[in-house]
C-alpha cells in the first residue's frame, strides 16, 4: 500500500539512481531496438563548468527533459547529448581568487603551465557541479556521453576549424576596436557587458576652430578624458551652420594637435550644436566614422586604462602635457581635463545626464573601448548561408517572431572578435616568425614545416625568452599567447560533440539535431554561431551546408512574481534546489545577503526576506517545480514566478498521489489485455472518450512547442475529469453495484491512471514512475519502466451518447452544489429534489444515475413531480425544472442579513480601488504590475457584488 503522505525526498534519489543504473537515458534505450527507426537529438546548451542551477537552467532543462521523455516514448532513437563549457574569464577568474585565498603564487608568477595545471586540478575537483543539480531536477541526459569543450577531441576540432578558416581567407588579424576589460586585461564578448543605467554628465567643450579667430565649435562628451584621442570634429553634411568651415581644422586644445571638420551622416543636426568629436581609437560609432573619412586613430591608453602617451603613433605631444598626464587613471583623467578645460575658458557648460554606462560582467569594472590588434572571423560571410536557411524554412524559430530579430542581427553582422588575452581555454595556433611573419597550423610541427619553408633554415620553437641562444643561427618562431573566444568551441558544439572531425556512426545518425532549446539572450551569441559554423563545415554529399538543427525553441526569462529580473542585488532570487528541498529562514536570509558590498543593501534584503518567508521556503519537490515551469511556459510570455503557484502543483501531485490509493484501497488492480472498448457503463464509456481527448490535445501541444497547453491540459483532466469527477461518481458503483459493473469499473480505473501517468510522466517523472511501480504490486507485472514504456496511442474511444449523458450528471450535480454554497447551506445537511416536466430521457437518466446524484449532491430524496414546493429554488435544466425546497433548512431573514452586509462590504472596496485607479498620479507612478493588480481586484470585487446581489434576490423570492 502507497504511504499515506507522498514525500518527494523518499523517492527521488533512489528513482533517478534506478534509472541511471538500468541505462535508460543512453542513446537508443527505449520501446524499441530497431536500429533503424527515427532519431531525435537534442544538444544541451553548455552550462559554464564553474556554474550552478538557476531557474533560467531550470525552465530550459525542463522543456529539454520534456521533449526528451516524450519523443523517447514515443518510440525513437533519443539522444541527449549533455556536456559543459570551459568558460574562459569566469573560470580563470575562480582559480586566481582561489590561489590568492590560499596565499599561493599568482599566475604571472607561477607561469602559464603551472597555472593551466591549476585549472585543470581545480576542475576535476570542483568543475561540473551543476551536472549533479541538473540530476536533481530529473534530466535524462545520456551522461556517458558527457563533453567539455577542452576534451581531446572537441580541441582537436577546434583547431581544424580555426585553421580551415584562416585557409579559405575567413579568419584573419586585423586593428579594430574591442570591448576591453583593463581590469582582467582582456577583450570580452557584448554578451559579457553589462550596461547600467548612470547619473552622469554632459560636458560641452569649445574647439578653437584655426584661422577664425574668436570662432568655436562646441561639442559635448560624456568621457572627456577622450578628448586627448580626438582626431576629428564632424558635422552633418545637409548642416548649413557648419559648411562654410567643412574641409578646415580645428585646433585640440590641451594638446594642440591640429584635427579636421569631416561632414558625415552621424553628425545629428537635431542634438546639442550639431557637432560632434571623434576619437575613432575610443568609441564604436566614432571607428566607423573613422573608417570612412580615413582619419588617424589615436589611441591614448593602456591596457590598464589609464593615460599613455607612448601608444600615439601621429604628433607630437607637448612636454608640460605628457609630464601631467602620462600614466594618469582614466577618471582621474576626466577631472584633471575638465579642470584644464575650465582655466582655459573652453568648458561652455555642464548638463547632468542619465547614460548606460558598459560594466565587465565578471570584473565589475567600466569597460573601454580600445584599439588593438585581434583574431577575427568574418562573420558577414559566413553569415550569408544561415540566413538563407531560415529564409527558406531549413530551420524554424518557436516562436516565428524571433526570425525578425535573427534577421536583423545576421544582415548587419559585424567581424567576429575571437582572441582573448587569457591563458585559460583553446591557444590560438598561429606562431610568429622574427619578421612577425604569421604561420597557422594544427601542430607546432606543422608550424615548423611552413616556417622551415619559408625561411629555407632550420626554425625552432620560441618558448621563453631564455630559450634563445644567440650562439645559434636557427630562427625561432613563437605561439600567439592569446586563447579563443569561448563561443567559438561552442560554436561547434552541435557536430564536434558527435564526434567531428571523425565520420562517427553518431554523427551519421544524430545529425542534425532536431531541436535546440535555449533562452533568446544567446541567440547572436550561440545561436546564430552555430548556425554559421554548421553550415560551412557540415556539407551533404552534393556539398551543400547542412543546418545544425531543424527548430529552434525560444523561451522566455524567469521573472519574480511581480515580473521583476531575478537578481542578486534585488534579494528575489529563487534557488531551485532550495524549492526542491525546502530551506529554513535563517540560511535563506543568508544566503541572500553573502558577499553583498552594501550594508545597506544586505539591511534592506533581509528584512524584505523575513517579512515574505517567515517559515523559509518548504520542499516542494522537482515535480512540483517542473510542472510549474512547464505550465507557465507560455510562448513569448516570461514567468512570473512565485510560490504560492508552485504550492498549488505540489497539490496537484498530493492529489494524483491521493487518487492512487484510492485505486489501491478500493483494489481497482490493472487487468493484463483490458480494452477500454468494451466497457459497458456510461461512465466508463465516457472517462475512456474523455482520457483519448486530453491524450491528443497534449501531444498535439507538445509537438507545437506549446507546453503551458500540454501542461494545462493534462492538468485539467487529472484534476477535474478523474479526480474531481470520475472517481467520485465510481463510488456508487464500487459500493453497491452489481458484480460486473464493479469489476468493469476497477480495471477502467486502473487503465485510465496508467493512461495519466504516462501522460504525465514527461512533466513529473518521478511520482509518475514511483506510481507505475507501486500500483503494479497488487496487479499484473509491468514490462517496463515507465521511462521506457510507450507512449499511449488511443483511438476509437469517442462517445457522443455516453458523453451526454454523464454531462447531464455532471451539469446538474454542479447546479445544486451552487444552490448550496450561495444560500450558505450546512455541508451536512441533506435535501430533497423535486424534478418536474421530465421527459422521458429524464427518467431514465434519473433511473440509472438517482443514487449517483443524491451521493455527490448530498440530497435525501428525488422525487418526479409537477407539484414544485412554495419557495423552492428553482432551477432550469435541460428539458426539466429543478426545484429545491430550502425553507426549512436555512434561516431566511438571517440570509438575507448576511449577503446585505456582504455586498455593503463589496461595495466599500468597489469605491476603494475605483478612487484610486481614479487618481492619475498613482496610475503614473506605480509600477504596471501594481496597477494591473489593483484592476484585477476591481473586476472580481465588482463580480463578488454581482453574485451577492443574485443570490439575495433568490432569497427575497423565497421569502415572498
Request: contains cysteine; negative net charge.
Amino acid at each position: 500500500m502507497l504511504e499515506k503522505k507522498y514525500q518527494p525526498s523518499d523517492i527521488e534519489n533512489r528513482i533517478y539512481k534506478k534509472w541511471e543504473d538500468a541505462g535508460a537515458f543512453r542513446a537508443g534505450a527505449g520501446v524499441s531496438d530497431d536500429p533503424n527507426r527515427e532519431s531525435f537529438s537534442i544538444v544541451i546548451p553548455p552550462p559554464n563548468v564553474t556554474g550552478s542551477l538557476h531557474m533560467g537552467h531550470a525552465l530550459n532543462n525542463t522543456i529539454q527533459d520534456i521533449l526528451v521523455r516524450f519523443e523517447r516514448m514515443r518510440g525513437k532513437d533519443v539522444l541527449w547529448q549533455p556536456g559543459m563549457d570551459h568558460a574562459g574569464i569566469a573560470t580563470q577568474m575562480v582559480v586566481e581568487r582561489r590561489l590568492a585565498e590560499a596565499g599561493q603564487p599568482d599566475r604571472r608568477t607561477m607561469g602559464r603551465e603551472a597555472f593551466v595545471e591549476k585549472i585543470w586540478e581545480w576542475k576535476e575537483e570542483s568543475g561540473g557541479a551543476i551536472f549533479n543539480q541538473l540530476r536533481r531536477l530529473g534530466a535524462s541526459c545520456d551522461w556517458s556521453r558527457e563533453r567539455f569543450t577542452m576534451d581531446e577531441g572537441l580541441s582537436e576540432a577546434v583547431l581544424k576549424v580555426f585553421v580551415q578558416l584562416y585557409e579559405d581567407g575567413l579568419i584573419y588579424k586585423d586593428q579594430r576596436l574591442v570591448n576591453w576589460d583593463p581590469k582582467l586585461e582582456t577583450a570580452i564578448s557584448d554578451v559579457e557587458v553589462e550596461p547600467q543605467e548612470t547619473q552622469g554628465h554632459m560636458w560641452h567643450f569649445k574647439y578653437p576652430v584655426k584661422g577664425e579667430e574668436g570662432r568655436f565649435i562646441t561639442v559635448a562628451t560624456t568621457r572627456p578624458e577622450t578628448m586627448l584621442g580626438d582626431s576629428a570634429v564632424a558635422v552633418h553634411p545637409d548642416d548649413e551652420r557648419y559648411s562654410d568651415i567643412v574641409g578646415k581644422t580645428v585646433i585640440l586644445p590641451i594638446v594642440g594637435r591640429e584635427i579636421p571638420i569631416v561632414a558625415d551622416d552621424y553628425a545629428d543636426p537635431e542634438k546639442g550644436s550639431g557637432a560632434v568629436k571623434i576619437t575613432p581609437a575610443h568609441d564604436f560609432n566614432d571607428f566607423e566614422v573613422g573608417r570612412r573619412n580615413k582619419l588617424e586613430m589615436i589611441n591614448i591608453f593602456d591596457r590598464h586604462a589609464c593615460v599613455d602617451f607612448g601608444m600615439v603613433d601621429t604628433g607630437s605631444v607637448p612636454e608640460v602635457v605628457y609630464e601631467k598626464y602620462q600614466g594618469m587613471e582614466r577618471f582621474a583623467a576626466r577631472k584633471a581635463i575638465v579642470k584644464e578645460m575650465d582655466e582655459l575658458g573652453l568648458l561652455e557648460k555642464i548638463d547632468d545626464h542619465v547614460l548606460q554606462v558598459p560594466y565587465g560582467d565578471r570584473s565589475g569594472v567600466v569597460i573601454e573601448p580600445w584599439l588593438t590588434d585581434q583574431w577575427y572571423v568574418n562573420a558577414e560571410e559566413l553569415a550569408k548561408p544561415a540566413i538563407a536557411a531560415v529564409k527558406e524554412g531549413e530551420v524554424k524559430f518557436v516562436p516565428s517572431n524571433w526570425d525578425k530579430t535573427y534577421y536583423e542581427w545576421m544582415n548587419n553582422i559585424q567581424p567576429w572578435c575571437i582572441s582573448r588575452q587569457l591563458w585559460w581555454g583553446h591557444q590560438i595556433p598561429a606562431w610568429y616568425g622574427p619578421d612577425d611573419k604569421v604561420f597557422v597550423a594544427e601542430s607546432e610541427e606543422g608550424a615548423i614545416a611552413q616556417a622551415t619553408d619559408f625561411y629555407k633554415k632550420e626554425v625552432r620553437i620560441l618558448r621563453s625568452e631564455v630559450d634563445a641562444d644567440p650562439s645559434y643561427v636557427d630562427i625561432y618562431i613563437k605561439r600567439d599567447e592569446d586563447v579563443l573566444d569561448t563561443w567559438f568551441s561552442s560554436g561547434l558544439w552541435a557536430f564536434s560533440t558527435l564526434g567531428w572531425p571523425e565520420n562517427t556512426r553518431e554523427l551519421e545518425k544524430y545529425y542534425p539535431t532536431s531541436t535546440l532549446v535555449t533562452g533568446f539572450d544567446i541567440i547572436f551569441y550561440w545561436v546564430a554561431r552555430m548556425m554559421m559554423m554548421s553550415l560551412h563545415f557540415m556539407k551533404d554529399k552534393d556539398g551543400k551546408g547542412v543546418i545544425p538543427f531543424e527548430t529552434i525553441y525560444m523561451h522566455a526569462l524567469v521573472r519574480d512574481e511581480h515580473g521583476k529580473k531575478m537578481s542578486k542585488s534585488k534579494g528575489n532570487v529563487l534557488d531551485p534546489l532550495d524549492i526542491i528541498d525546502g530551506i529554513d529562514l535563517e540560511s535563506l536570509v543568508a544566503k541572500r545577503t553573502v558577499n553583498l558590498m552594501n550594508p545597506k543593501d544586505a539591511k534592506k534584503i533581509e528584512k524584505a526576506t523575513r517579512k515574505g518567508y517567515q517559515d523559509g521556503i518548504i520542499p516542494h519537490g522537482t515535480d512540483a517545480l517542473r510542472f510549474t515551469l512547464a505550465a507557465m511556459a507560455a510562448q513569448g510570455r516570461d514567468i512570473k514566478l512565485s510560490l504560492p503557484r508552485i504550492e498549488g502543483y505540489r497539490n496537484f501531485a498530493t492529489k494524483l498521489w491521493n487518487a492512487s490509493r484510492f485505486t489501491q484501497m478500493n483494489e481497482c488492480v490493472r487487468v493484463d489485455g483490458f480494452d477500454p472498448k468494451t466497457a459497458e457503463l456510461a461512465l466508463n464509456k465516457w472517462i475512456a472518450a474523455e482520457m483519448q481527448g486530453a491524450l491528443a490535445d497534449v501531444t498535439l501541444a507538445i509537438e507545437q512547442y506549446k507546453f503551458n497547453e500540454a501542461a494545462n491540459a493534462a492538468y485539467h483532466f487529472t484534476w477535474h475529469i478523474f479526480c474531481d469527477w470520475y472517481l467520485e461518481l465510481i463510488k456508487p458503483v464500487l459500493h453497491e453495484g452489481e458484480a460486473s459493473a464493479r469489476a468493469e469499473t476497477r480495471a477502467m480505473t486502473a487503465w485510465v491512471l496508467d493512461q495519466v501517468l504516462l501522460m504525465l510522466h514527461p512533466f513529473m517523472p518521478f511520482i509518475t514512475e514511483e506510481l507505475w511501480e507501486k500500483l503494479a504490486e497488487h496487479g499484473t507485472d509491468r514490462d517496463t519502466m515507465l521511462i521506457l514504456a510507450s507512449w499511449p496511442q488511443l483511438e476509437g474511444l469517442e462517445n457522443a451518447a455516453a458523453h451526454e449523458e454523464i454531462d447531464w450528471v455532471v451539469r446538474l450535480v454542479t447546479e445544486v452544489r451552487s444552490v448550496r454554497a450561495e444560500m450558505n447551506i450546512p455541508a451536512g445537511a441533506r435535501i430533497p429534489m423535486v424534478v418536474s416536466q421530465s421527459g422521458k430521457e429524464t427518467q431514465l437518466r434519473l433511473e440509472a444515475h438517482g443514487e449517483t446524484l443524491k451521493w455527490l449532491a448530498r440530497l435525501d430524496k428525488i422525487v418526479v413531480s409537477d407539484d414544485i414546493p412554495e419557495g423552492a429554488i428553482q432551477i432550469v435544466h435541460d428539458e426539466a425544472v429543478i426545484a429545491l425546497p430550502l425553507k426549512d433548512v436555512i434561516d431566511i431573514g438571517a440570509e438575507c442579513d448576511r449577503l446585505g452586509k456582504q455586498i455593503g462590504k463589496a461595495d466599500k472596496e468597489i469605491m476603494m480601488f475605483t478612487k484610486k485607479l481614479g487618481n492619475e498620479k498613482f496610475v503614473a507612478k506605480a509600477p504596471p504590475a501594481v496597477v494591473e493588480e489593483q484592476k484585477g481586484k476591481l473586476a472580481a470585487a465588482q463580480e463578488l457584488k454581482g453574485q451577492l446581489e443574485e443570490a439575495l434576490k433568490r432569497f427575497e423570492d423565497m421569502a415572498g
